[in-house]
């Protein structure tokens, strides 16, 4: 007897047990299929495997060699022209000059500027800009230089001698007669 009551306990027990599996499979949330990832272009995927590329080196100890550079052999990149804008060279010309020198010797930067017939061409290029710089316009305010026409007047009123050009002996009159013009008054004349 003691041998049906256990087989009937363990029949029980396994009910139980499969009852509440039958209840935690029920009361378990139903989980909704997961969207779809979106599929990553070919430079994603690449910068991806980049990333994990430059990770897996770190972990082994290698370093990472530099990046090629993206200006063109003679070509000065944005820290060599900042450096040559705190030298106080930033006149086009000087910058090609520099780099013209670099291409064609394949010296720094810093060797280039050392260099004497760069540092004599761009003493003569400053000194250049300068003189172009100091030479007064032709503006008005440039002097009290008489005019080509009033010269050319005062000459015909003194001499009688009229120019050749057409043009010009057309204006040389036309402006004697209008000085010599009584009915304006003496300050529109």
Known sequence: MDEEIDSILEESYEADET??????????????PKAEKPKETPDQKKSRLERQLKQIKKQLGEEDE?????TKP???????????DLK???DPTDIKLISKVMRNTGQTLRDTLKDEYVVSKLKESKSEREVKAA???????????SSNLEFLIGKAER???????????????NAITERSNNNK???QR
């Open 185 to 187: 008054p003496a300050w």
């Open 19 to 32: 009852f509440e599996e039958v209840e935690e499979a029920e009361e378990a949330p139903v989980q909704e």
């Open 74 to 84: 003679g070509e000065l990149d944005d820290t060599q022209l900042d450096y040559l």
């Open 135 to 145: 030479t007064p316009s032709g503006t008005k305010r440039a002097g009290n230089q």
């Open 88 to 90: 106080g060279i930033d």
């Open 159 to 173: 001499t009688g001698e009229l120019p050749n050009d057409f043009e010009t002996r057309t204006a040389v009159l």
């Open 66 to 70: 530099p990046a090629p550079s993206k």
